[in-house]
């Protein structure tokens, strides 16, 4: 505790000083881009993210889209208690930004006086995409690389310690894996009930025309030893 209070380790301080420090081989240009992209880009591209993957489920059989329905409610809701959880954490570490007890660093967003750790870009981020890989694995890999590079981006823009990032990504990751079981129990009959429903049914899974499957009707068999008949002779 008292190393993240007085500035943290000397690791992570080296980190920051590393980091940080490729804002003065980058262009201008390239710094605004990615102040904007750490700041809302990358939060924004998880929504984005969500709602495709939302997209996809929705093709599933009625039980495994309402369980992929279940885990998407699941992954903002998380993410909105992980938040939570950080404001009184914050506030009882009581970790200053660095670049308010460190000199020499390249802030790109400047105007931020809350406390640093944990970082709420890192826990969101990694929250929606621990999220979304319970409900797709595939799309959940892409959300979780979106939540590492915004970790980095957090750390470059010298608005965060890397272990301020470090410490967003295991509270997000937690709070979905640890509370994920109850909250799956219960979201997942309710997403049953919402498929189920005349009205409300397309938002858990797809409606369209049923493509009905030939009848596979059983061959007449001719019994082991018995004659063949007179039109099997004459074929």
Not at 37 to 47: D, H, I, R, T
Request: glycine share 12%.
């Amino acid at each position: 505790m008292a190393g993240l209070t007085s500035g943290g380790p000397n690791v992570d301080v080296s980190l920051l000083y590393d980091i940080n420090g490729l804002t003065r081989r980058t262009p201008d240009w390239a710094d605004r881009i990615v102040g904007l992209v750490g700041e809302y880009g990358l939060p924004l591209a998880m929504v984005l993210l969500v709602l495709w993957c939302w997209r996809g489920t929705r093709r599933q059989d009625e039980a495994g889209a309402a369980e992929s329905f279940a885990a998407l409610v699941w992954a903002p809701l998380a993410a909105g208690i992980a938040l939570l959880v950080n404001v009184p954490l914050r506030e009882f570490v009581g970790r200053q930004r660095p670049f308010l007890r460190h000199e020499g660093l390249e802030v790109l967003a400047p105007g931020k006086t809350d406390f640093s750790f944990v970082s709420d870009h890192a826990t969101l981020t990694m929250a929606l995409g621990v999220g979304l890989f319970i409900a797709d694995r595939r799309i959940g890999l892409a959300g979780i690389g979106l939540a590492l590079v915004e970790g980095l981006f957090r750390v470059f823009m010298g608005v965060h310690y890397p272990t301020d990032v470090v410490g967003g990504f295991a509270l997000g990751t937690a709070v979905v894996l640890l509370l994920a079981p109850a909250a799956m129990a219960l979201l997942t009959p309710m997403a049953l009930a919402v498929a189920r429903s005349p009205r409300a049914g397309w938002l858990v899974r797809a409606r369209g025309p049923v493509t009905a499957r030939p009848l596979d009707l059983p061959q007449p068999q001719t019994p082991p030893g018995a004659l063949p008949r007179d039109n099997d002779l004459a074929a």
